[in-house]
């Protein structure tokens, strides 16, 4: 059994977004994990969240404790630091749950 979320971004800086995507995918790659779509979107028609959406994905892992340990390891980290926080104004986790 694997652990999926399906997350909203409002990305406001599209080149550093793609630094951020390409810096983190190695790292993803080595704790089983990965991405199962990934839209842009141009409109939201009904959300929960009042934080605006304007890019959608799902990103698995194998199980919650290997994705505790991405999202916790310090070399994602410092990329996160580096690309996300300069390229992301705001993330709604939409769901998680387990395939």
Request: no cysteine; net charge negative.
């Amino acid at each position: 059994m694997s652990i999926e979320m399906l997350v909203g971004l409002n990305v406001i800086d599209d080149e550093i977004y793609q630094k951020y995507r390409e810096h983190m995918f190695p790292i993803l790659q080595s704790y089983n994990g990965g991405f199962g779509y990934d839209f842009k979107v141009s409109e939201v028609l009904k959300s929960e969240s009042k934080k605006p959406i304007n890019r959608v994905f799902t990103i698995f892992f194998n199980s919650q404790e290997t994705m505790d340990a991405f999202f916790a390891d310090e070399k994602y980290m410092e990329i996160k630091n580096k690309y996300f926080e300069y390229s992301v104004a705001d993330s709604t986790i939409i769901s998680k749950y387990e395939k």
